[in-house]
C-alpha cells in the first residue's frame, strides 16, 4: 500500500511538471520521490529520458524537491 502512494505520488509530480509521460521509467527502476534528488543527468538519460530540456527540468525541480525537503541535492 506504502508502494503505491509513493508511486502515486511520484506520478503526481511528474505531471505537475508536464512529464507524466516518464513515470513509468520512474518506477521500472523503483525510483521515488525520495531518491529523485540524489540523481544526476547520465542517470536521468540512461532510464529514458533523452530530451535535454526535460532532464535540466527534472533537474531544478528534484533540486527544488530536495530543499523544500530540508536536505541537500546530490
Same mark, same amino acid.
Given at each position: 500500500?506504502?508502494?503505491?502512494?509513493?508511486?502515486?505520488?511520484?506520478?503526481?509530480?511528474?505531471?505537475?511538471?508536464? !512529464?507524466?509521460?516518464?513515470? /513509468?521509467?520512474? /518506477?521500472?527502476?523503483?525510483?521515488?520521490?525520495?531518491?529523485?534528488? /540524489?540523481?544526476?543527468?547520465?542517470? !536521468? /538519460?540512461?532510464?529514458?529520458?533523452? #530530451?535535454?530540456?526535460?532532464?535540466?527540468?527534472?533537474?531544478?525541480? #528534484?533540486?527544488?524537491?530536495?530543499?523544500?525537503?530540508?536536505?541537500?541535492?546530490?
Amino acid at each position: 500500500c506504502q508502494t503505491l502512494m509513493a508511486a502515486a505520488a511520484l506520478r503526481r509530480w511528474l505531471d505537475g511538471l508536464g !512529464l507524466a509521460q516518464y513515470a /513509468e521509467a520512474f /518506477e521500472q527502476q523503483a525510483i521515488d520521490l525520495d531518491l529523485v534528488p /540524489e540523481l544526476s543527468d547520465a542517470q !536521468l /538519460e540512461q532510464i529514458g529520458v533523452k #530530451a535535454l530540456g526535460h532532464r535540466i527540468k527534472l533537474l531544478r525541480a #528534484a533540486a527544488a524537491l530536495a530543499t523544500s525537503r530540508g536536505r541537500a541535492a546530490a
